[in-house]
């Protein structure tokens, strides 16, 4: 069965950085478009970033464009978000998805286009 554990969250002031991890299990990694989502309180789940399965294509909210860095290791299974000059607005527990099918086209920033979710690593940025 698919897993997908999100690890690297907490507590950073504006400016900081952290560096948020997916590790993946159950199939064959390198063969899925691979997407981070956050979730802040009282809102929607929103779409963060893609990244292709194939050519390492890369797609970004426009909030976090310039800021965040998804990249993936396929030779470890794990995607990764780099996320640089934080701000509070960042704040929400962020999760990585992953689709059912292999060998998609573009990745996709809908939710519910995704069918494997992580359970989420909080990231609080104070100001």
């Known amino acids: 069965q698919v897993r997908l554990v999100e690890s690297g969250g907490g507590l950073v002031q504006a400016g900081g950085s952290l560096r948020l991890s997916c590790a993946a299990s159950g199939r064959t990694f390198s063969n899925y478009n691979m997407g981070w989502f956050r979730q802040a309180p009282g809102k929607e789940r929103d779409f963060v970033a893609a990244i292709h399965w194939s050519d390492g294509s890369t797609y970004y909210a426009d909030s976090v464009k310039g800021r965040f860095t998804i990249t993936r290791d396929n030779a470890k299974n794990t995607m990764y978000l780099q996320m640089n000059s934080l701000k509070p607005d960042d704040t929400a527990v962020y999760y990585c998805?992953?689709?059912?099918?292999?060998?998609?086209?573009?990745?996709?920033?809908?939710?519910?286009?995704?069918?494997?979710w992580g359970q989420g690593t909080q990231v609080t940025v104070s100001s």
């Open positions: 998805a992953a689709p059912m099918l292999a060998w998609g086209m573009k990745p996709s920033s809908r939710p519910n286009e995704y069918d494997y």
